[in-house]
């Protein structure tokens, strides 16, 4: 056993060599291809970045109206899928929800289901990232219920997603182009983030040769958690808690709280494995959050103000800085999203959606490198030695 190294959350293993995203958590540096996410998130949008992840570089004009045309052909989903949905609760947590529906689509695609062909995976990919908006917005609908919206594919990306959330058959819907501009972005900053747990999950998920739409199902699950994309929802029920048990006044209280070890109380929307400095995507997404926030007249939104003195508090205090804990981009994200409408229970689902792309460029990548084999990490034995069954009655 001596020759296996012990690295309990892989803190200093590399899983595999990736030309996708770069980090410099030191920094505070986010690059998807070599690009950085500042730029990304100012002057491309989301399918631009979709494509720049799956193909290595940005498109150009021919061909980024093609991969738009490509995505906008798959967006609906098989009919069928609508009595999958039936079969849940209605209070069914989305998470639950969208694992079971992104992994049913392995059953409907039998051209785009073997992972080692590289024009079925083309065309799972682009399957994927159509459909996921259209799958989180028939969880929703079917939450609320409410019917399902159809997708109309002479909108954005995230306008048809907007106004398959929250448009009704029987009223025009017309999508605020600022709130647009505000989905997009968090999309574009979920998009990757190199070898994070669901990353690393879809990965070794993919190299046993399943399918790529079970591999983006397995992803879906380990992203739930609230260590990982679960950190949203459970950021923005922090803060309401806060808020309810006397908001401002009370962060003082809830901080000592934090930093007491016993408590098992943690500042959600804090902290990252990799990011010992400003998460950029939080920067970006502060931002956005104040953009929103003055397009729908929420400049006073109480939890923001909470989120800030929040923050205030943690940047100048010893045991965060200690620890170089910063804010992560899910500690924004959630206000923004509330502040658009979106339920709480549906942010982790979104997160997905956005990520859905970085896991099929990772899986690509994956599968492609000619070194790739089966993940199967080894294990230090630490169990009982060699010992004889007893009969029942001498045990
Ligand atoms: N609040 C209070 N203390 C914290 C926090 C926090 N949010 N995060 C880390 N610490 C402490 C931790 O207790 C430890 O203290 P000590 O050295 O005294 O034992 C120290 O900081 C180092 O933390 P760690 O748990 O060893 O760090 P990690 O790399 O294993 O965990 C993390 C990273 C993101 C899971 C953790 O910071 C965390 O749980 N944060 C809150 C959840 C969250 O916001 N997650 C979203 C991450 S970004 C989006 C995504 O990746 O999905």
């Not at 100012?42 to 045309?69: I, K, M, W």
């Amino acid at each position: 056993t001596g020759k296996f190294t012990y690295d309990p959350g892989f803190l200093s293993t590399s899983s595999c060599n990736s030309t996708i995203t770069y980090i410099d958590g030191d920094k505070g540096e986010l690059l998807y291809r070599g690009y950085p996410i500042e730029q990304l998130a100012v002057s491309c949008d989301y399918l631009d970045t979709c494509y720049l992840l799956l193909y290595g570089d940005l498109p150009n004009e021919a061909q980024r109206q093609d991969f738009h045309a490509r995505v906008t052909n798959h967006t609906m989903v098989n009919e069928q899928m609508q009595f999958f949905l039936r079969g849940f609760r209605r209070d069914a947590h989305p998470m639950a929800v969208l694992t079971g529906l992104v992994g049913g689509l392995s059953a409907f695609y039998h051209d785009s289901t073997d992972i080692n062909n590289p024009q079925h995976r083309e065309i799972a990919a682009i399957r994927l990232i159509a459909k996921m908006p259209t799958l989180v917005a028939m969880a929703y609908k079917y939450s609320v219920g409410q019917p399902y919206m159809y997708p109309k594919n002479d909108l954005s990306y995230a306008g048809n997603f907007m106004r398959m959330m929250f448009a009704t058959p029987c009223e025009d819907y017309k999508v605020n182009p600022v709130i647009e501009r505000a989905l997009d972005r968090i999309f574009i900053l979920h998009a990757d983030h190199e070898q994070n747990a669901s990353t690393s999950t879809v990965r070794l998920c993919g190299s046993s040769g399943t399918n790529p739409f079970a591999a983006i199902a397995a992803g879906v699950a380990c992203l739930w958690g609230p260590a990982h994309g679960g950190a949203n929802e459970a950021c923005l029920n922090m803060l309401e808690e806060i808020q309810a048990n006397g908001g401002v006044a009370k962060v003082g209280e809830f901080m000592e709280k934090v930093k007491d070890k016993n408590s098992g109380v943690k500042l959600m929307g804090f902290g990252h494995r990799v990011y010992k400095n400003y998460d950029p995507r939080a920067k970006l997404m502060r931002e956005t959050c104040h953009e929103v926030l003055n397009e729908l007249g929420l400049q006073n939104d109480p939890l923001f103000k909470l989120a800030m003195e929040l923050e205030k508090i943690a940047l100048e205090d010893d045991y965060f800085v200690a620890r170089k804990l910063y804010p992560n981009v899910d500690f924004y994200s959630g206000i923004v999203q509330r502040a658009i409408g979106i339920p709480v229970q549906l942010f982790t689902a979104i997160f997905a959606l956005a990520r859905t792309v970085g896991w099929i460029a990772q899986l690509n990548e994956m599968i492609a490198d000619p070194e790739y084999k089966i993940g199967r990490p080894r294990q230090l034995f630490v169990g009982a030695e060699r010992r004889d069954v007893k009969p029942l009655d001498q045990r």
